[in-house]
C-alpha cells in the first residue's frame, strides 16, 4: 500500500471531525502507519467469488408490528442530560 | 462461612435457608469494594439501590415466596450496560454524566430475576482495547498481581469477579473482550453465539461483532446468568428466534467420545511456553475423562486480526459519529466558531487516543477510493475464516485452544505499540469472526502465579456443549 502520510492523517481526521493535535501527528501517523501495513496481508488469500460477510445470523428483512408504544415520558429523557435545561428544552451552545 | 467467596449455588442455598440474608450478602461485597479500592474496578457504585433490592428479596423470603435463581445476589455490570438513572459512561470522557433513560433488555432480565445491581464496571474505552488501560477513569489493577493489567476491554468485570467483589458480572466480548480477561484474572467466562443475547441497551462498539455474556466463580454460574439473559427480544434484531434450552440439563454429562480438535494455527509463533504447556495439559485432562483427540486446521486465523482490524474499526467509526455533544455529554468550553468547531471540540476532547485511532482507520477503510480493498475484501476473508470453522466442526465436536498467547502483561508494557496490542487478540477474534461462541476456564497458573484459560469453542449456538465441558474439565482439573 501506498505510504500513510501526514497530510492523509489530516484529511481523515477531517472526515471522522476529529482533530489531532500538531505535536502528536507525527507520532500517529507512524503508528497508523504500522496497522496499515500490518492490514496488507489481507492481499494473500483468494476471495474471487466469494461472498461478503456482513453479519453472521443469515437473518434478512426482520419485521415488527408497527405499534406505537410509549417509551418514557419527556422528564426521563430530559434528565438523562447533564446539559442545562431550560423551559423542557435541553440547552446547547449556540453555534451561529 | 465467607460470603464474597460463594458461587450463585452457594448463595441461593445460604438465602434459602436463612444462613444469612440478602442484605448480609450485599453488605459482604461492598465491604470487600472499598476494601480492595486501589484497584480501581468500578466506574460508579450503586450501594443503596443495591441494598433496597436485597431487602425486598429478604421480605419475598421471610414470607416463603419462590425467589428466581439468581434473586438477592450481588452482581456487576459493564459500564456499557444502560440501567435508567444510572450513570453510564463507556468509560469514555465523551458521555460524562450520561444517565440513560432506559434499561438494557439484559438488565431488565436481571431486574426482574430480582438481580441485585452493585456498580459498574471499568472497561477499555467504548470497549475499545485488550488491557482496560483506555479508560478515562484509568486503568484497573489486576487483583492476582497489581503491577499487571486484567486483560480487557471487561477487565473491570474480570476483576469484580476475582477480588470477591461480587458473585457474577456481565460483560461483553467483540474480539476477546470477556474471554482474555477471564483468563489473565483466573475466572471463567463465555462468549456467546452472536445474536443469543440481545444487545439493545448496550453501547455499541462494532455491531456485527458485540456479544454480552457472564463472568462468574465457576462454570455454572455462567450457566445459570445465560438462562436468564439468553433469548430472542423484539428490540434486537440480529436476535434469531431459536429455543433457549435448560443449560444446566446436561452440564454433568460425560465427555466420553467427546471430540476434540486442536488447531496448531492457534499455537502461534512465540506463544509463552508456559502458556502452551497448560494449555495442552488442560486439554489431556480432558482427554483422561474419555475425550478423543483429533488435530484440525483453521488456516485463515492467520488473517483473522487484519480482518478484525479493518472491519472493526469501520462499525466503530459509524458507531462513535453520533457522539456530538449536542444531546448528551461533554460540552466544549469558551467560543465556538459554527457547528463544525463544535464538533471537533467535543470529539478531539471527549476521545482517547486508541478511540481516534480506531474511528480513524475505519474512516480510511470505508472512505472513497479504498472501500473495496479494504471493507469489502476484509468482509469476504470474514467468510473464508466461517467456512474454516464450519470445516473443522465436521471433525469435532469442540475446538480447544489458547485464549492468549500470554499471561497478563505489565501496566504500560504494551501502551505505546498499538500493533502489539492488536496481535495479543490473535487467540480470540477468530471465533468473534465466526459468531461462534467460545469459553474460557481457568487451567492453571504459571510459575509467576499468572493465571491461564483454557479456550473452548464449539458452533453456533453450543453453549450447552461447552458449558458441560468446561464443567467438566473445572470439576476433574481439581
Known amino acids: 500500500m501506498a505510504k500513510i502520510t501526514t497530510d492523509d492523517v489530516r484529511r481523515i481526521a477531517a472526515l471522522a471531525r476529529i482533530t489531532i493535535d500538531e505535536s502528536q501527528l507525527d507520532a500517529f501517523t507512524k503508528r497508523f502507519q504500522d496497522v496499515m501495513r500490518y492490514i496488507d496481508i489481507l492481499n494473500e488469500p483468494n476471495t474471487e467469488n466469494v461472498e461478503p460477510t456482513a453479519q453472521v445470523t443469515g437473518l434478512t428483512q426482520v419485521m415488527r408490528a408497527d405499534a406505537v408504544k410509549r417509551y418514557c415520558d419527556k422528564s426521563g429523557l430530559l434528565d438523562c442530560s447533564s446539559l442545562p435545561i431550560e423551559r423542557g428544552q435541553i440547552k446547547v451552545k449556540s453555534v451561529f | ?478
Request: aromatic share 8%.
Open chain 2, 1 to 478: 462461612m465467607e460470603l464474597k467467596k460463594l458461587d450463585i449455588e452457594g448463595a441461593r442455598a445460604g438465602l434459602i435457608n436463612k444462613n444469612f440474608s440478602a442484605e448480609e450478602l450485599v453488605k459482604a461485597c461492598f465491604e470487600q469494594i472499598r476494601l480492595k479500592e486501589d484497584l480501581n474496578v468500578f466506574v460508579s457504585l450503586s450501594e443503596e439501590s443495591a441494598l433496597n433490592t436485597a431487602k425486598t428479596v429478604d421480605n419475598k423470603i421471610a414470607k416463603g415466596e419462590e425467589i428466581s435463581t439468581l434473586a438477592g445476589i450481588p452482581c456487576s455490570l459493564k459500564d456499557v450496560v444502560c440501567t435508567e438513572g444510572v450513570l453510564t459512561t463507556a468509560s469514555s470522557h465523551i458521555l460524562a454524566g450520561y444517565k440513560p433513560p432506559f434499561d438494557a433488555v439484559v438488565a431488565k432480565r436481571l431486574k426482574e430475576a430480582d438481580a441485585v445491581f452493585v456498580g459498574k464496571t471499568n472497561t477499555d474505552e467504548f470497549t475499545c482495547g485488550a488491557s482496560t488501560e483506555t479508560s478515562y477513569y484509568g486503568p484497573t489493577k489486576n487483583p492476582v498481581d497489581q503491577e499487571r493489567v486484567p486483560g480487557g476491554s471487561s477487565g473491570g468485570c474480570a476483576a469484580s469477579i476475582a477480588a470477591d467483589m461480587c458473585v457474577y458480572s456481565i460483560g461483553t466480548d467483540t474480539g476477546g473482550s470477556i474471554r482474555q480477561p477471564a483468563s489473565f484474572c483466573g475466572v471463567p467466562g463465555l462468549k456467546v453465539t452472536y445474536g443469543l443475547v440481545p444487545r439493545s441497551g448496550v453501547i455499541s462498539m462494532a455491531s456485527s461483532w458485540d456479544t454480552i455474556g457472564p463472568f462468574g466463580k465457576t462454570v455454572k454460574d455462567l450457566a445459570y446468568v445465560l438462562q436468564v439473559i439468553a433469548g430472542h427480544s423484539e428490540m434486537d434484531s440480529t436476535t434469531p428466534e431459536v429455543a433457549i434450552p435448560d443449560f444446566m440439563a446436561n452440564i454433568e454429562k460425560s465427555v466420553k467420545n467427546l471430540v476434540i480438535g486442536i488447531p496448531g494455527e492457534f499455537f502461534v509463533d512465540g506463544i509463552d511456553p508456559e502458556v502452551e504447556e497448560l494449555t495442552r495439559m488442560a486439554i489431556r485432562n480432558l482427554e483422561r475423562q474419555g475425550a478423543r483427540l483429533v488435530d484440525v486446521s483453521i488456516p485463515t486465523v492467520k488473517y483473522a486480526v487484519a480482518c478484525y482490524y479493518v472491519l472493526t474499526p469501520s462499525e466503530v467509526s459509524a458507531n462513535m459519529a453520533r457522539y456530538d455533544g449536542i444531546r448528551y455529554g461533554l460540552v466544549p468550553k469558551g467560543e465556538i466558531r459554527d457547528l463544525e468547531d463544535y464538533y471537533y471540540r467535543v470529539r478531539s476532547n471527549g476521545f482517547g487516543e486508541e478511540m481516534k485511532r480506531r474511528i480513524m482507520i475505519g474512516t480510511y477503510a470505508l472512505s472513497s477510493g479504498y472501500y473495496d480493498a479494504y471493507y469489502l475484501k476484509a468482509q469476504k476473508v470474514r467468510t473464508l475464516i466461517i467456512e474454516d470453522f464450519k470445516r473443522a466442526f465436521t471433525e469435532c465436536d469442540v475446538i480447544a485452544a489458547p485464549v492468549s498467547p500470554f499471561p497478563a502483561f505489565k501496566i504500560g508494557e504494551k501502551a505505546d505499540d498499538p500493533l502489539a496490542m492488536y496481535l495479543a487478540d490473535v487467540c480470540t477474534i477468530p471465533a468473534s469472526a465466526s459468531g461462534i461462541p467460545a469459553l474460557s476456564v481457568p487451567c492453571g497458573n504459571t510459575k509467576e502465579g499468572l493465571p491461564v484459560g483454557l479456550q473452548l469453542m464449539a458452533p453456533q449456538f453450543g453453549e450447552s456443549l461447552l458449558l458441560n465441558v468446561g464443567n467438566i474439565y473445572e470439576k476433574t482439573s481439581g
